[in-house]
C-alpha cells in the first residue's frame, strides 16, 4: 500500500523560512505528477504548487516567487521550499502525488502538516 508522509512543518516567524518534504513509500508504484496544497481555517484547500515528472513546476499566485517546489525522483519525494513567510501562509500543508500502482491509477494525499507563522 502506498503512503505519502510529509515532514517539516513547525512555527516560523514572518520574513523567515521552511522547508518540507514529502516521501512516498510502499512497493509496486510509479509516481506522476506531485504537489503541495493548503488549507487554511474556514477556507477551501488551495493548490500552493505542483511538478511533474520531468520538473516542470506551476504554482499558485499568492505564493509565485517565493516558493520553490522540487522533487527527487530516486527517493520518491518532493519538496517545498518556502521563504519569506507571512501571517497568511499558516494553514495545514498537504502533499498530493497522482500514482499508479499495480493496475490503479489515483490521487494520494499525506496526512497533513502544520505550518505556524508568527507576527
Known amino acids: 500500500q502506498v503512503q505519502l508522509v510529509e515532514s517539516g512543518g513547525g512555527l516560523v516567524q514572518s520574513g523567515g523560512s521552511l522547508r518540507l518534504s514529502c516521501a512516498a513509500s510502499?512497493?509496486?508504484?510509479?509516481?506522476?505528477?506531485m504537489g503541495w496544497y493548503r488549507q487554511a481555517p474556514g477556507k477551501e484547500r488551495e493548490l500552493v504548487g505542483s511538478?511533474?515528472?520531468?520538473?516542470?513546476?506551476n504554482y499558485g499566485d499568492s505564493v509565485e516567487g517565493r516558493f520553490t517546489i522540487s522533487r527527487d525522483n530516486a527517493k520518491n519525494t518532493v519538496y517545498l521550499q518556502m521563504n519569506s513567510l507571512v501571517l497568511e501562509d499558516t494553514a495545514v500543508y498537504y502533499c498530493?502525488?497522482?500514482?499508479?500502482?499495480?493496475?490503479?491509477?489515483?490521487?494520494?494525499w499525506g496526512q497533513g502538516t502544520q505550518v505556524t507563522v508568527s507576527s
Open positions: 511538478i511533474s515528472r520531468g520538473g516542470t513546476t
Open positions: 510502499g512497493s509496486g508504484f510509479f509516481i506522476y505528477g
Open positions: 498530493n502525488a497522482d500514482i499508479q500502482a499495480l493496475t490503479i491509477r489515483r490521487e494520494y
